[in-house]
Each structure stands twice: as structure tokens, then as C-alpha cells.
């Protein structure tokens, strides 16, 4: 965690409940090791679902819908989000924790592959208010351009877990061998956001760091 663990701590007791129903499912993420957004990260998100009252939402990276759901519970406007996820056992977890909420008609699971996903979205001209980056870091550099493509005029990209537990600022030889092609494409990733003309980028180091990028 990047943040102060009592720092970070005393600021989530100041947040606002979850519902029950999140309760449920974040309990359920915490018993089966399922990684989902931390406090801090949700915090952001209400934050932009007011502010900016998004009515077309992308997420990339369902998980067990817990996201999604919290995503539909705290919008403003009516919203529809659309989110994707290729990891079959997840998708019947998500899909069961989507039915039984009570945004189950606002949200849609759409299960492939992700690059597969979002150029099918992109060809067909969808656009997003909100686009929600979650799923595999290596790949978010790849996700990029789709991203910008279908990003709506005044939208935001929010890009969650970008600076790698902290290891983001270490040089590659001091993170471990398995992660140096995360690190190296998360630092691309992080380059390329904030030296975009197209883009204003701020990150934000909350919980594992979260991007924020609107289209100029």
C-alpha cells in the first residue's frame, strides 16, 4: 500500500458506508484472496460519479462485479455500465453477485477477452463518459488507444493500481524477475499518459495509485 496504513485507515472511517449488499461481497473478496478497489479508490470514483454524473460507463476488469455494483449504487444519473472480464470462474461469480444486486438492469457483463471486447465496442462507435481500468497491468499500455477512442467529449479515464505496490519507482533490477515486464509497462503506461498532448493526466497516490486522464 502506498499510502500510511493509519493514515489510509482513519481517512476510510470518514468515508461513507457501503450497503449491505457490498458488505457481502467484499466480505466474499477478503475470504477467497479476490483483489477489488480499496477504499481509497472507491472514494475517487464517488467523488467523479458526482461531479461528473456520468451516463455511460466502461469498465475493464469485472472481477466478482463488486465495482460495477458500487459504480451503479453511487451514480447520480441514470447510468448503464458495460464491463468486461475473460476469467470464466469470475464471470460466474460476478454474474451471480450482478443478478442479485439491485442495479442488476444498469449493469452489463460482457465476457471475451479484453482487446477483443474493446475493439469490437470501438468499431461499433460506443462512447464512454467514464472508463474504468482494473484488469491486467501489463496491458494497459495496449488499452490505451481504444480507450481514448471511446472516450466521450468531457469524459475521464481512471487507470487503478498504477504504481505497483510502490515498486514503480524502483529500477527494474530491484523488483523481482517475474515483474519486470509489468514494472517496464506500467512505467510506459504512466509516460505515455502524462506526456500525451490529447490527454491531462494527474495521478494520485491512493491506496496503489490511481491515474485520472480527460481529454483536452
Known amino acids: 500500500m502506498i499510502e500510511d496504513e493509519r493514515t489510509a485507515a482513519y481517512i476510510a472511517s470518514l468515508d461513507a458506508p457501503l450497503s449491505e449488499y457490498l458488505l457481502s461481497i467484499e466480505h466474499q473478496a477478503e475470504s477467497e484472496d479476490i483483489p477489488i478497489i480499496r477504499p481509497s479508490a472507491r472514494s475517487v470514483i464517488r467523488f467523479l ?41 469470475r464471470i460466474t461469480t460476478a454474474r451471480k453477485n450482478i443478478e442479485g444486486s439491485d ?9 471475451g477477452d479484453a482487446m477483443d471486447v474493446l475493439n469490437r465496442l ?8 467514464m472508463i474504468f481500468v482494473d484488469a491486467a497491468k501489463a496491458q494497459y499500455i495496449n488499452y490505451l488507444p481504444l480507450c481514448k477512442d471511446m472516450l466521450a467529449s468531457g469524459g475521464v479515464l481512471v487507470s487503478d493500481n498504477v504504481l505497483f505496490d510502490g515498486d514503480i519507482v524502483q529500477s527494474r533490477f530491484a523488483v523481482r524477475r517475474r515483474d519486470r515486464t509489468i514494472h517496464a509497462r506500467m512505467r510506459e503506461y504512466l509516460r505515455t499518459l502524462t506526456s500525451d498532448p490529447d490527454l491531462v493526466t494527474t495521478i494520485i497516490p491512493a491506496g496503489d495509485g490511481i491515474t485520472l486522464s480527460a481529454l483536452r
Open 122 to 129: 470501438s468499431s461499433e462507435g460506443r462512447k464512454y463518459d
Open 103 to 111: 442495479s442488476r438492469g444498469s449493469i452489463s457483463l460482457i465476457e
Open 49 to 89: 460519479l458526482t461531479l461528473n454524473r456520468p451516463e455511460r460507463i466502461l469498465e475493464i476488469g469485472t472481477a466478482i462485479g463488486f465495482s460495477a455494483i458500487f459504480m451503479a449504487e453511487n451514480a447520480t444519473a441514470p447510468v448503464h455500465i458495460d464491463t468486461i472480464e475473460n476469467y470464466e470462474k
